[in-house]
């Protein structure tokens, strides 16, 4: 059941409707080149065949491969071991006949979405303190499989998680990799890297640095551990040795650094040392980002990333004052034992009164302002959430951004590709997913409808493949 008109809540910003546009772009990559001329297919087999067979044929949907170029109109892909063998229009691509046919017609089938920041630690709880009181030691066994579970049954085949213990992150990467149980492929850092925990709750996975031989083994231990990026958060407030140890230690073993933006001072420290995303774009005061930065950003643009998470506040807002009946809403409660689920609803009941809430007035209008000067900038733009944070529940955080990006003037071609192609790009793993071509992983999902005319169509996803396995 879609919800209300305004879906994400957006009070005060610019609406631009650019719903209808189609691509321009050109840059359609060569493996999955695609002859528009190519006569009209003969009529796919409506119904699906072939249980059983290790190939399957998604067969007569529209394709969007995910490098940006004209859409496949009739499509056929084919998976097989796991990946995909095979993207062509119907009448070109050979199906195999022992193949399972499943038919995709009246759907748009796509990569697979990552999502660049999300947090499989929390479920949208509205009190961090209780939340780990009741569940900090629940993590692997409770907690982060609802999280995986709901990412994953929303489409997102592939997560960043930024923030959590060491331990429980990588053993949910573990479970979710030996197949124990369903999740997104996972990237993660591991702890926060700051000057030191807020609380003292936080230690397991807020780590204070202090000095810079303590930066250089901390990096050093987690990149031997196998975390995948290191997280750098208040770096104006460290000392710039330790934060220029970090970064160069990192990069020394491989990791790319990704740190967060809120502060212009934290931005310009991220920058002077070569920090490689930026996260975040709502939560500091300033009314805009000043010239030097932007023309820093402008110099960096070709190998600089940014997240900037802009749903969240909305959404929150969306929830509190708009339409709190989504709290209501069974769906999110996928997965949760009923005592845990009204725990987080008891939780958000009061979401008005949470003490960030008295923060967004201030801060909502400032949104559309830094997200177009960051766009204007050039650095590329990737999906990203916050999910678990308040109200920001794992099985419907995703499309909330990307719809969210639409309205603020996003083709949405490149708002797809800014939750496919570009993250897998920045998580170097672009040889096996982010598009859908030859070789890759099939991470695929269908959805019945149109994201380019309505990225609301995402909000439920018809079709769910991982590596080939079909989840829905
Ligand atoms: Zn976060």
Partial sequence: MRIGRNTLGVVGLAFTLTSCALPTSSSTGGEAAVDESSVVAPAPEPTDTGEGSDITALVGGRILDGFGGPPLEQGVLIIEGGRITAVGPAAET???????????????????????????????????????????????????????????????????????????????RRQIDAGEIPGPRLFVSGPFLQVAPYEEYEAPFRWGIGSELQARQT???????GIDTIKLIDQDQMDEGVVAAIVETAHAAGLPVVAHGHRMEEIRVGLRHGVDNF?????????????????QLR????????????????????????????????????????????????????????????????????????????????????????SGIPTMFHND????????????????????????????????????????????????????????????VLESVDMIFKGGERIR
């Fill in 94 to 172: 050979d199906i195999p006949p022992d193949a399972a046919r499943i038919s995709t017609e009246g759907m748009t089938v796509m990569p697979g979405l990552i999502d660049m920041h999300v947090h499989m630690m929390l479920l949208g709880h509205g009190d961090y303190r209780r939340w780990d009181e009741l569940y900090g030691d629940r993590m692997n066994d409770v907690v982060m499989p609802i999280a995986a579970g709901q990412l994953l049954s929303s489409g997102v085949t592939s997560a960043r998680d930024l923030g959590a213990n060491p331990d429980e992150i990588l053993e949910l």
């Fill in 219 to 225: 990096v050093q231990d987690l990149a031997r551990r």
């Fill in 279 to 295: 996260e975040h774009t709502g939560l500091g005061t300033a009314p805009g980002y000043p010239e030097d930065v932007l023309e």
């Fill in 299 to 386: 110099e960096r643009n070709s190998s600089l990333y940014w997240t900037p998470t802009v749903s969240p506040l909305l959404t929150m807002q969306y929830t509190g004052e708009i339409f709190p009946e989504r709290l209501d809403d069974p769906r999110w409660r996928q997965g949760m034992p009923e005592a845990l689920a009204d725990e987080i609803r008891g939780s958000l009941s009061q979401i008005t009164h949470l003490p960030y809430y008295a923060l967004f007035p201030s801060r909502i209008p400032k949104l559309a302002t830094k997200f177009a000067q960051l766009r204007e900038t050039g650095v590329t733009m990737m999906i990203g959430t916050d």
């Fill in 397 to 456: 955080s995703t499309w909330r951004e990307m719809a969210l990006w639409v309205q603020l003037g996003v083709p949405p071609m490149q708002v797809l590709q800014a939750a496919t192609l570009w993250p897998a790009r920045f998580l170097r793993a672009d040889a096996d997913i982010g598009v859908l071509a030859a070789g890759r992983y099939a991470d695929v999902i269908a959805v019945r409808g149109d994201p380019l005319s309505d990225m609301r």
